[in-house]
Structure formats: C-alpha cells, structure tokens
C-alpha cells in the first residue's frame, strides 16, 4: 500500500511541476492545487498507513491509525482551498487588468530600465 | 500572568476580526487598530520583563502536557522578535494613516495588516513545527492580500509571482514536516530536539535539516531562493514594503535560527557548513544588486539581503558569540530597515519616482528628512556607536575566533559596500541643485516623518544603549547555545 501511494505522489508531484513549468495562468494554478495534494497525501503516508481500527486507543485495539497525521492534513488541506481560490481570483483579475494570462508577457521591468 | 505569551497574537487577531465589521469607519479603524497595537507593544514589552526574572514562558494550550499537545514558547529571543515587530507595525500603521488612500483603508487594510501582525507574532511564539507552519499561512495569506490590495498593474502581476513562489515552498514545508514526522514521531520542537540526541541525528536528519533550508531560505532570501524578492517588494506601496522587508524575511531567518540552533546541532559539519557557504554568497548577491542599481528602492531591497547573509552567517559560526552579534543584528536591521523604507516611501512620494537620476538637492527644502536618512545610513551600515556596530563587531570577532576567516572579512567588506550604497542616495538625492518636484506640499512630510523618526530613535537608543541591551541579548543566545535550556522549560523535567 505504502509503495502505491509513493508512486500517486510521485504522479503528482511531476503533473504538477509539468503543468507548472507552463506559461498559462490556469495550468500553473492546477499544477500548484496537484502539488498541494501530493504534499498531502506524503503527509498521511508518513504517519503510516496501518489497516486498523479508528484512532482511539481502546483495550482491545492492536492496530489503530495514527490520528496525527490526519489532522495535519485537514489543517493543511483548509490552507491550500484558500490559497488556491485567492490565487484564482487574483488570476482572473490580473487577467482583466493585464489583459493576457500568459507568464511570458508579464515580466517585469521596472528598476530595470 | 500565565496567558501573557498569547496576547500578542491574540490582540490582533481580535482587533482584525472587529475591523471587518467595521471597515465603512475609516477614523474609527485607525483609532482601533492604534489602541490595540499599543496594547500588543506592552503586552510583548512585559513579556520580555518576566522573560527576564523569570526564565522561559510556556503555555500548554487547552491544558494538553507538552509533548502532546500545541504549546507556545517564548524565551527571550522570541519575546524580543515580538516586541521588536509590533513597535514596526505600530510606526508603519502611523505611517499608512496619512500615505495609503482612503480606497485601501475601506477594503480591509487595517484589518490584513492585524491578520499579518497575527502571523509574525505566533511564528515567534509558536513551540510546535506544525503550529509553525500555520502561522507563517496566516502571515503569508496576509501579505498576499496586502501585496495587491489597490489592484494596480505592478501589484498584480508581482503578487502573482511572489503566491506562486510562496504555494511552492509552502508544500515543500509540509511534505518537510511530514518526513521529520515520520522519522521523529513528534511535533513539538522541543521533544523534536530530545529525540533527534537521542538517535544522534543520523543522515536522514541532515537530510531534512537541508530542507527545512530551503524552505525557510526561500522565505528568508538566501543566496540562489532570494530571486522572488526584488521583483515583489517593489510592487506595493512604502508602508507595506516596510512591513514586508522589515519583517517576513526576518520570520524566514528566525526559523533557520530556530531550527539550526535547537534540532541539527550534533552534526554541524555538513548542514552549518552550506549554511556559511550560502550567507557568503547571500552577502556578495547582496552587495552587487545594491550598488549596481539606480533606483532607490531596489537598492535598499538588495540592502535586505546583505542583512539576511550577515545574520545567517553568525548562525553558521554556531558559537555563543556569534549568537549573540546575529540576534543583535536581526533586532538593529528589523528596525533600521523599516525606518529606512519609511523615509524612501517619502522621498517616492515627494518626488513622485524611484530613479536616483531623477532626484536631487532635497536637502535644502527637506532637511529633517535628510539628515534622518543620514543618521539611518550611518546605522545601517554600521558605523560606531551605531547599532549595526554591535552587531557586526560580535559577527566579525566570532568568525575570525573561529578561524572563519573569508566569511568574517566578507562581513567586514559588506559595511563599506552598505555604506557606499546608501550613501550614494544620500549624495545624489540629497545634494545638488535642487529641482522642482511634482509632489511638493501635498505630502504630509511631517506627520510621515514622526513614525521613521520613532524608528531611528529606538535604532540609536539600541546602538547607543548596547551594554544595557547586551544582558537581554545575551540571555537569548544563552537558550540558543544549550537547547537543553529549551527542552527542560516546555517538558517540565
């Protein structure tokens, strides 16, 4: 089980820096959401992924899961919707503004010139 | 008072919940957010006095024992970090009444600028890794917001840059936290630092002790991670940038300090060793973007990095001393920079541009400002009895003990570039013929001053008052040097 979350992550992780490493707007906020969710699922792996009970240390329980790592996750799953709807806002208002959602043209060159 | 260590976040954190329901009222905001913000300065400034009789402060939050539980530490060196940033929040608030526009303070500025306040003093305060790394989302949620809040071109399209930097290096932080996760089975710092002596931190710590630089060097601005920075700290408007280049970066190098000083001190060979060879590089990335620029804000931008390549390079020295000159340095940059970025955020406004060629003779109609900037350059760059002599003298003695030698001579060399930058705006902005600017009398110059004057005074008293600072100070490297110091006072033994 542990080897086929590693390779998930790993899927993840390359779609998403593939999708970061483009020039549109969008595709670098869907790389960034996919990056978020292989960070995530690293963290749940991490803490192990026994089959057992729920996490409460009853009498009879052998196995029960780690609640930890669960919690991290929520914790960090909350941050990254937030993140990722302020990071669309901003994209579409850019997009208004700037009038193109393509990374090339939006360098800067102020305190260049 | 045993809740004492939470009222510097929980001030603000109140203060920004009532202001959203408040923003219509603009007097009433700022009045609001002045009160609290001299609430959270005597609440930091008490703290760091029981800090000081009484030793380590901790707070198991919701009565959960150390281990198990969030808890909030703060020894000395987080009390003074938060004293330290609320007296700059507290100016750059000033600062922002009569300078940031009514259209900013109607949407949510007061309110973002409490948020962020939040961030910073939890980050300080925080004893717990995951705990931490909320705190620097709340921090970075805020900067955001304030990064593009007013919508102009520039803002959005650097704010775009500096979330997605920011996305980047802040899942890096938890798949970070989850790997010392899974190799410790702890999260709190404290019982982190036990558990790492206890297994003699073997490779795959120093494996993590190399991430945990790169996430935080990305947020700090070390050497080849300080890329994001010029681009974004230039978009928004002088009290943010302020904000910004007084403290998010120092949050970035509070937590190498953190992490490097109470986790991975067994095995100082390979991790403080790329640590020094980074702050090396940090100085000379530094000192080439300041004095090759010509705009006024970019080099004390570039100024910012110099002083995060100093202060980690006494990280890197690892011995009580130098310690001792890094949190002397961090306290004297965080104040001096924020001053500094306050009187160019006027120069700017005056003048209406940030090329140095388009500037001259300011001296002769504004010659407070000119000479609070002289005083502030000569801080800077560390000249005696300054406070970046302290400093830069304990960094300096520390590395060549140490046998440290190119890196305390390149911190030796940095003042002279630091000076020569600075005084280059000082020269070409301040002398000479003076011109006509379009600004002139419109700006408050007055009311703007007071807030960067607070700043210098508060910079110089430090300088000046360095022996009566020292025995502060030097209580907080103590902590630093023993983590056993640390570990006792949150787990009780």
């Not at chain 2, 500025?109 to 909320?134: C, E, K």
């Not at chain 2, 940095?414 to 013929?433: C, E, R, T």
Request: aromatic share 12%.
């Amino acid at each position: 089980m542990e080897i086929l979350m590693a390779v998930i992550i790993g899927v993840l992780f390359t779609s998403a820096v593939y999708l970061m490493l483009s020039k549109s707007l969008l595709r670098i906020i869907i790389g960034t959401g996919l990056l978020s969710h292989g960070a995530h699922l690293l963290i749940l792996t991490m803490g192990g992924l026994k089959k057992g009970s729920v996490p409460i240390l009853g009498e009879h329980a052998k196995h029960y899961v780690d609640p930890i790592p669960q919690a991290l996750i929520l914790t960090a799953i909350v941050i990254s919707f937030g993140v990722t709807s302020f990071f669309l806002v901003l994209a579409y208002r850019a997009y208004q503004e700037l009038g193109t959602d393509n990374m090339d043209q939006m360098r800067g060159t102020e305190g260049n010139d | 008072m045993i809740n004492l260590l939470i009222l510097p976040i929980i001030i603000p954190l109140f203060t920004a919940i009532l202001l959203i329901f408040l923003t219509k009222y603009i007097v009433l905001q700022r009045w609001i957010s002045g009160l609290s913000m001299i609430g959270t300065i005597s609440a930091s400034i008490i703290l760091i006095q029981t800090v000081h009789t009484d030793g380590i402060q901790t707070l198991n939050l919701g009565s959960w024992p150390a281990p198990f539980g969030i808890t909030l530490v703060s020894d000395m060196l987080s009390a003074l970090l938060v004293a330290t940033s609320s007296i700059i929040a507290f100016c750059c608030l000033i600062y922002s009444f009569r300078s940031i526009g009514e259209g900013r303070e109607k949407f949510y500025y007061y309110s973002v600028f409490q948020f962020l306040l939040v961030g910073i003093n939890g980050a300080f305060t925080t004893g717990d890794i995951f705990n931490l790394f909320v705190f620097f989302e709340v921090m970075l949620m805020s900067s955001y917001v304030l990064m593009v809040i007013g919508g102009t071109k520039i803002q959005l399209r650097e704010s775009i840059k500096y979330i997605l930097v920011n996305v980047i290096s802040s899942a890096l932080f938890v798949i970070t936290v989850a790997y010392l996760y899974s190799v410790i089975g702890s999260l709190n710092m404290a019982d982190i630092s036990r558990k790492i002596t206890e297994i003699n931190q073997p490779g795959i710590v120093t494996v993590i002790a190399i991430l945990f630089l790169i996430v935080f060097g990305l947020k700090g601005a070390i050497f080849p991670l300080y890329f994001w920075l010029p681009g974004s700290y230039y978009a928004p408007p002088a009290p943010i940038m302020a904000l910004f280049g007084a403290l998010l970066t120092k949050v970035g190098v509070y937590s190498i300090l953190r992490t490097y000083t109470l986790f991975f001190y067994h095995d100082t060979g390979y991790t403080h060793q790329i640590l020094m060879v980074l702050a090396i590089l940090t100085i000379l990335a530094g000192i080439i973007g300041a004095i090759a620029y010509e705009d006024i804000k970019k080099i004390i931008i570039y100024n910012i990095i110099i002083a995060v390549g100093i202060i980690t390079f006494g990280i890197s020295v690892m011995t009580e001393e130098s310690l001792t000159g890094s949190v002397f340095y961090l306290i004297h940059d965080m104040l001096l920079k924020a001053a500094m970025f306050l009187l160019i955020g006027i120069i700017i406004a005056i003048t209406g541009t940030s090329r140095l060629s388009n500037i001259s003779g300011m001296i002769k109609r504004y010659p407070l400002l000119g000479w609070m900037f002289f005083l502030a350059s000569l801080s800077l760059a560390g000249i005696p009895p300054f406070s970046g002599f302290v400093g830069k003298l304990l960094l300096v003695k520390s590395g060549f003990a140490a046998g440290h030698y190119i890196g305390a001579a390149v911190v030796l060399m940095s003042s002279l570039f630091v000076l020569y930058s600075v005084m280059k705006i000082f020269i070409n902005g301040f002398w000479g013929v003076p011109k006509e600017f379009p600004n002139e009398g419109k700006v408050p110059v007055y009311m703007l001053l007071a807030p960067a004057g607070l700043l210098i005074a508060i910079g110089i008293t430090y300088g000046i008052g360095a022996e009566f600072v020292h025995s502060y100070i030097s209580q907080a490297a103590e902590v630093l040097k023993n983590p056993a110091l640390y570990i006792d006072a949150v787990l009780k033994e």
